[in-house]
């Protein structure tokens, strides 16, 4: 569909080749200078072309190495340059070293995992990579739609650390802000409670991130009786009463298989799913019914197709890219209206960072049933407006205007048809029967205004055995295999906790930018099916195509690498203080030897390489768990990346508010808030030249925008009648 755009690949490493992976799968035009031999490498070669490049007439040059970026914008002024580093272009951490291992420290993610008996550990997968290419995608196709427009290219700044901070750690720091700050001590690593739980057969996931989901859970597993214990509905006590927790939920799953545990939890509308890997994830039945899966070109291997569907006729009579134009710039999606059914995480933040880019965002809920997000607050109910305390629903509905609409009521589904009227999109991530319910499936949205693109965001997709059930990012990364890479080799898996969310709302608006550029083509708009799970599937394709490609499906590695040695976390002085390092390669072995001092043991000839360091790690662990114990972390980190080496704090969540690169960067953005006043959010995890913030209104109160939008299309008189009906309504509308 992004015939016509020209792409230039000068990227090696994984976010740079996923970016241009997404840009090649939308049709892009990729060139890249090679291909690799590896069958990841072809995964992400997929759809490209080797050749040689011409910035003359390309319209995106993605690159993940210093380049000069005014010389190139000066002699190509259409052209949009994304460069793609660990902590961006400026700042004071500009140019440190780093892998994606020691960015997991250094943002937070490290932090939030594992239990307070064993050291932090860092989620499996290399999946801060695949996070930073998604958003660079995002941002490339953004800015190649306002160059299109002006003819004025853009440099877009994509730091992996503000990506990862954006995808990973997003909620702790929220989270502390509202809650005024309190004192911090030490990582704050814990695991969810309930999680993965074994089962007769395996393990399987439960969700329960409402109130209804984790009584339900309850009552599935036969004790009532803990549901009138209160304090078991806060996670933060489920955790310190874990053992007792789990020996009841146990109980229950040890005795059936994974499929009869599955059965049930669907039938009380429990989300859970399976645990899979590389090994079994293809032969999911809700895949295996969707054909998710696809062989690649050389036949190698399977991998998955790509994360949404444009579903119906693909209109080959659509004509080419219309000639680029001359103008002034604007934000790529000015001039957008979106109405906005979503709810939670994934679907607010698809629509979240299209009003970063400078959509009319309406979100649409109802005053007796809005968004359950609001309701993960920081307020008791005995509390004013308690509602508006939701940390992450600040997080993912800044810059957009809100009214409500009962859609069980005709009156509701008509007022939302006239406003389908004006609207270029509509999104919404219900279970696929919702929108039916209200009369407002594709067929009804096309009829009302068929230039209108539909994007729907199931879990599991429209369609298949699984299709009617509800799903969160925890369930997404047990089903994609992320959680069965995470954790220790003698260990369970464990939780990535929150990334699929952000993933699957980057992908969402991927494809609706897509979508609606191709609605211009068309004159007509079309459905899109951007399935949560298949996003997910996408970033972690590795385990599939290793296990197609050796017959050997990955396993848990704890916090150590096979490409790097040694590679760990190292408790320091003082209360939880630990530091993440990363040696990629022999200069920097030798660079950290002579940081210890060139102790003898460093110096053995049987550690010149990465194999050999490897085979050696728990000897160097042990040295270099004594080395740090009685220094302090900050120190240690200072030391070793100032001489080359990739090393950082593992820091706690909450704090990555005050990092001296995320402020320069401006990655938190301040909102002024009517009720909880000001309070930082993050922006999107790239810069434009041209924007100062990317949230410019503060996320909105309950109908809080009802007269200003629905005036529109509606008089005074007709709504002070709805209000009255109850079909709209300012403020949460208890018991109707």
């Not at 008189?717 to 079909?727: P, T």
Request: with cysteine; proline share 7%; aromatic share 8%.
């Amino acid at each position: 569909m992004l015939r016509g755009v020209r792409v230039v690949d000068r990227t090696t490493g994984i976010a740079g080749r996923y970016c241009t992976k997404m840009l090649a799968d939308a049709g892009a035009d990729v060139t890249a200078a090679t291909a690799g031999e590896s069958g990841l490498d072809e995964y992400l070669f997929a759809s490209k072309h080797v050749g040689t490049e011409d910035l003359a007439s390309a319209d995106i040059l993605v690159v993940d190495e210093p380049v000069d970026i005014e010389a190139l914008r000066a002699e190509h002024p259409s052209l949009v340059v994304v460069t793609i580093t660990p902590f961006g272009c400026d700042g004071p951490w500009a140019g440190r070293p780093a892998t994606e291992f020691t960015l997991q420290a250094a943002c937070g993610s490290t932090a939030t995992r594992g239990l307070p008996e064993n050291p932090p550990l860092a989620a499996g997968g290399r999946l801060g990579e695949w996070i930073t290419g998604t958003y660079a995608a995002v941002g490339a196709l953004a800015a190649q739609r306002s160059a299109h427009r002006s003819g004025h290219g853009e440099h877009v700044d994509v730091a992996m650390f503000d990506c990862m901070t954006n995808a990973m750690t997003t909620f702790q720091p929220l989270f502390w802000s509202f809650m005024g700050r309190p004192p911090v001590r030490g990582t704050g690593r814990a695991t969810e409670v309930p999680s993965i739980e074994p089962t007769a057969d395996g393990y399987v996931v439960f969700t329960t991130n409402s109130a209804q989901q984790f009584e339900s859970l309850l009552l599935m597993i036969g004790r009532p009786d803990l549901v009138e214990d209160k304090d078991l509905s806060r996670p933060h006590v489920r955790f310190k009463r874990r053992e007792e927790f789990d020996g009841a939920v146990h109980a229950f799953t040890t005795k059936r298989t994974s499929a009869e545990v599955l059965e049930e939890a669907a039938a009380w509308r429990i989300p859970a799913g399976p645990l899979l890997n590389g090994e079994t994830v293809a032969d999911f039945e809700q895949f295996t019914a969707r054909d998710v899966f696809t062989r690649a070109p050389s036949g190698r291997f399977r991998q998955p197709r790509p994360p949404y569907q444009i579903v119906g006729d693909p209109a080959p009579q659509a004509s080419d890219a219309p000639a680029r134009r001359e103008g002034e710039w604007r934000l790529p999606l000015d001039g957008v209206r979106i109405l906005d059914c979503t709810a939670w995480w994934a679907g607010p933040s698809t629509t979240y960072a299209l009003a970063c880019l400078g959509a009319d965002v309406i979100k649409v809920e109802s005053a007796s049933r809005p968004d359950l997000m609001r309701f993960t607050t920081t307020k008791p109910p005995s509390e004013d407006q308690w509602w508006e305390w939701g940390p992450l629903f600040h997080a993912n509905n800044a810059g957009k205007r809100a009214v409500t609409l009962d859609l069980m009521k005709p009156e509701g589904v008509d007022l939302f048809k006239r406003l389908l009227r004006t609207a270029d999109a509509v999104l919404e991530n219900y279970t696929p029967r919702v929108m039916d319910q209200f009369g407002l499936g594709w067929d009804r949205v096309h009829e009302v205004n068929p230039r209108t693109v539909m994007v729907r965001m199931p879990a599991f997709g429209l369609e298949g055995p699984w299709g009617d059930r509800t799903g969160f990012a925890q369930t997404m990364e047990c089903i994609a295999g992320m959680a069965w890479v995470t954790g220790y080799p003698d260990g369970p898996p464990v939780l990535v906790r929150g990334a699929c969310d952000p993933l699957a709302g980057m992908h969402a608006a991927f494809a609706t930018m897509v979508a609606l550029d191709e609605r211009d083509r068309r004159g007509e708009g079309m459905l899109v099916e951007a399935a949560m799970v298949e996003a997910a599937l996408n970033v972690a394709a590795a385990q599939l195509i290793e296990f197609d490609t050796t017959d050997t499906a990955p396993m848990r590695t704890g916090n150590r690498s096979p490409v790097a040695a040694p590679q760990g976390v190292y408790q320091c002085a003082g209360e939880d203080r630990w530091v993440a390092l990363s040696v990629v390669d022999d200069g920097q072995w030798e660079a950290l030897v002579d940081a210890l001092g060139g102790p003898a043991w460093a110096k053995a000839e049987a550690l010149a390489n990465v194999q050999d360091r490897s085979d050696a790690h728990d000897a160097i662990d042990a040295e270099l768990s004594a080395w740090c114990a009685d220094r302090n972390a900050d120190e240690v980190a200072s030391l070793l990346s100032g001489a080359g080496i990739p090393a950082e704090v593992v820091t706690n969540a909450a704090l990555s508010l005050d990092n001296p690169q995320l402020q320069h960067r401006r990655l938190f953005e301040d909102e002024d808030h009517p009720v909880t006043g000001t309070h930082p959010i993050p922006g999107l995890p790239f810069r434009f030249t041209r924007v100062d913030r990317w949230s410019r209104r503060p996320s909105p109160t309950i109908g809080q925008h009802n007269d200003e939008v629905l005036g529109e299309v509606a008089s005074a008189e007709e709504l002070e009648d709805l209000r009255a009906k109850r079909v709209i309504g300012e403020g949460l509308v208890v018991g109707d």
